[in-house]
T-cell receptor
Framework: GQNIDQPTEMTATEGAIVQINCTYQTSGFNGLFWYQQHAGEAPTFLSYNVLDGLEEKGRFSSFLSRSKGYSYLLLKELQMKDSASYLCAVRGSARQLTFGSGTQLTVLP | GAGVSQSPSNKVTEKGKDVELRCDPISGHTALYWYRQSLGQGLEFLIYFQGNSAPDKSGLPSDRFSAERTGGSVSTLTIQRTQQEDSAVYLC????????????????FGPGTRLTVT
């Protein structure tokens, strides 16, 4: 079966750094995705990891450890517009993605 | 078009009625996915199309749900005899796939259809 866990809510201050963790147990592994979803909007792609290590893209970085079934999304220099839900998703042995329930991040001034 | 489009954006229907939701994927994207998102929840996979065929229908919650795709483009998701528990946002996504590898074929999502069954 597929199981993806991430915290339900997180709060951080503008300008700070926040790390959102995701652990997974899936049948097969063909990559892990992070999506950002603002309220009432569609999810938008942030990052993709298939090999162990850190992928950096501007203020956002994503890390993967396949042996531990663990990933994190790191957001630096937080801005108010970063307040959103962050979805961890894993592609197992099939093509579709299995999503976690999302982490609602609130950035405070 | 520039992105994935879905219609209608909102649908309110009475319990027991049938509804049809439409998805227009990004031109050239061969893979199309339907997901359902209930309030405050993650995305629940429903069905996946590669071209016009659906190799994975495992996520469809019941036989009241069906989907088709024609011409390798537009897809419709039909829910028969709607129930209140069908109320959710139905999201469609498309991706480019080629060859046999999966690659980093990120899925591009449409704005969704908010379905409310009263």
């Amino acid at each position: 079966g597929q199981n993806i866990d991430q915290p339900t809510e997180m709060t951080a201050t503008e300008g700070a750094i926040v790390q959102i963790n995701c652990t997974y147990q899936t049948s097969g592994f063909n990559g892990l995705f992070w999506y950002q979803q603002h309220a009432g909007e569609a999810p938008t792609f942030l990052s993709y990891n298939v090999l162990d290590g850190l992928e950096e893209k501007g203020r956002f970085s994503s890390f993967l450890s396949r042996s531990k079934g663990y990933s994190y999304l790191l957001l630096k220099e937080l801005q108010m517009k970063d307040s959103a839900s962050y979805l961890c998703a894993v592609r197992g042995s099939a093509r579709q993605l299995t999503f976690g329930s999302g982490t609602q991040l609130t950035v405070l001034p | 078009g520039a992105g994935v489009s879905q219609s209608p954006s909102n649908k309110v229907t009475e319990k027991g009625k049938d509804v049809e939701l439409r998805c227009d994927p990004i031109s050239g994207h061969t893979a199309l996915y339907w997901y359902r998102q209930s309030l405050g929840q993650g995305l629940e996979f429903l069905i996946y199309f590669q071209g016009n065929s659906a190799p994975d229908k495992s996520g469809l919650p019941s036989d009241r749900f069906s989907a088709e795709r024609t011409g390798g483009s537009v897809s419709t998701l039909t829910i028969q005899r709607t129930q209140q528990e069908d109320s959710a946002v139905y999201l469609c996504a498309s991706s480019y796939t080629s060859g046999r590898g999966l690659g980093s074929y990120e899925q591009y999502f449409g704005p969704g259809t908010r379905l409310t069954v009263t």
